[in-house]
């Protein structure tokens, strides 16, 4: 009798078992790309991969600068430059007391009298905005800039004269 109920016992234990392994779902944990986004910063809007190929390959825009919605946890394209635009209206699209990622195709000539052309990454982080902003976008800083392949120049701004024309010339080289 005590080897039949231990036999029993056995078979319930065995059974309750398999019946949590195979019928438990891990609804309350995250999605494998979510927690890697979480580590290293923002998720990325496709939106911004794309265009950023069509600067680069087409020249379909002078500038384009990107925004992180907090809300939705990515970054996102706010604007872009048509060709015809000049470093000027790049700079004046640029948020005065916000942080904003950009991207700049610069044009210049060598020396050597050669037309060349070199994709900045610009990382705008006014005095004026707010700490938690400027954490925000440094945190998210890298991973961003590892989904643009491409980018020749890094330069980081907290005012304008940090990212004026003559400091763009001058990294160009």
């Known amino acids: 009798m005590a ?10 234990s ?20 979510e927690m890697a986004n979480a580590a290293s910063g923002m998720a990325v809007h496709d ?8 600067l680069k390959a087409k020249r ?16 996102v394209v706010e604007k872009v430059g048509e060709p015809t635009q000049s470093y000027d209206d790049f700079t004046a699209s640029l948020p005065v007391d916000e942080c904003r990622y950009a991207v700049y195709d610069f044009d210049f000539v060598t020396a050597e009298n050669c037309q060349k052309s070199r ?14 902003n400027k954490m925000i976008y440094a945190s998210s800083k890298d991973r961003f800039k590892r989904e643009l392949d491409g980018i020749q120049v890094e330069l980081q701004a907290t005012d304008p004269t940090e990212m004026g024309l003559d400091v763009i010339k001058s990294r160009a080289n």
């Open 3 to 12: 080897g039949a109920l231990s036999l029993s016992l056995y078979k319930i």
């Open 14 to 33: 065995l059974l309750l078992f398999f019946y949590i392994v195979f019928s438990w779902s891990p609804r309350s944990l995250p999605e494998a790309p």
């Open 47 to 54: 939106d911004c991969k794309l265009r950023f190929l069509e």
């Open 60 to 75: 379909t825009y002078r500038f384009i600068i990107f925004k992180i919605e907090e809300k939705q946890k990515q970054v």
């Open 119 to 132: 994709i900045f990454f610009i990382a705008w982080s006014p005095d004026t905005s707010r700490i938690r």
